[in-house]
């Protein structure tokens, strides 16, 4: 299985601010993924990573809100910016590795917005 | 689209009782199935996966999970519940495809001594 790191852990930022979280994995990984999982609520898709090309959003989720970057096979940021309280959820960063049908999870940031 | 339905917000099961949680799927062609598991400020842990082959998957925990293509289900059981295994559950799907993991909205499990 692939281990994931995510930093920060856990934040707590101003409104109007953005935040970039870092996913580590400690393996190359062609598939990454990103979602949302607001307070008490499952986890929703915001946007397919792969290395080499765009990423690719779900609907209601924008570049330009969520600008995300993979500059390599095994890390990638996701930056939420101008940040408003509907924003305080957990962030978790999903990868598939090769040859693998299931998908691992980091363990996430908890980000809160005032 | 690809969808999971978990009906139940909920499940109360006493220890040493069995236990099942609930989930059926939407998918177009066949589906790739999974459950995970959320314990309290945890990050997700990958349970077990149905993607062919014998429609009762054993999984981690002494979990398993019967596919019911028919009745497009894939409900999670275990034969005897521990109040460790209190947690939030979710089921998930994806085609066959590159496609990510579509989320049910979990099951939380109390386990009751």
Redesign the interface.
Known sequence: ?AVISQKPSRDICQRGTSLTIQCQVDSQVT?M?WYRQQPG?????IA?ANQGSEATYESGFVIDKFPISRPNLTFSTLTVSNMSPEDSSIY?C?VRAGGR????????TRLTVL | AQSVAQPEDQVNVAEGNPLTVKCTYSVSGNPYLFWYVQYPNRGLQFLLKYITGDNLVKGSYGFEAEFNKSQTSFHLKKPSALVSDSALYFCAVRDTGNTPLVFGKGTRLSVIA
């Open positions: 299985s598939m993924f609520q499952s986890l929703t898709l397919t978790l999903s049908d299931e998908q691992f999870f980091g363990p996430g």
